[in-house]
């Protein structure tokens, strides 16, 4: 009866509580498959290190999400950055304060374009990168645009651009 209490419960090298062995992590290197700490004891160690390392946390979570993305390391958006002069690719406006631009891509072939203003990046994403939603979109702007002939004329030029 003592082996099998023994076998179902540990004690927690941090809090020292004995605890049923569902109480702890799995760990497939250790005799017991289970963590030395409680997950309590775990998740208070974890927000504790993040407390203390919170800009290098960011970072990492950063060139981890680039590199897992878009397959970008930190020094080729920061090239991106410089190429198009901290400004949207889309409307050419520097990102408000405190904001970054956000990589955009193609969905479908995940080709990595630039790098776009939380706005534009939010309104492609809403028309799901479709010309056909956006070209909708304008034709419904158009009659109440201030200079409806410059509108035109710029969205001619974007399909001259544009075509193969």
Known sequence: MAATALKSEKACCKCKETKPLEAFSYN?????????????CSVEA??????????RKAGTMR????????????ADFDAMVVKQEGLCACC?????EGKALH?????????????LCSTCNTGLGKFGDNFYGITKALSYLL?????????LAAVEVICRWRSP
């Open 103 to 115: 990589v955009d891509h193609d969905h479908e072939s995940d080709v990595v374009r630039g790098l």
């Open 92 to 96: 050419g406006r520097r990102p408000m």
């Open 46 to 55: 974890s927000m504790a290190w993040q407390r203390r390392n919170r800009e």
């Open 143 to 151: 009659p109440t645009a201030k200079a409806p002939v410059e509108v």
């Open 28 to 40: 497939q290197r250790s005799k017991d498959s289970r963590q030395l700490r409680c997950k309590v």
């Open 63 to 74: 060139d981890w999400r680039l590199r897992r993305l878009y397959d970008l390391s930190q």
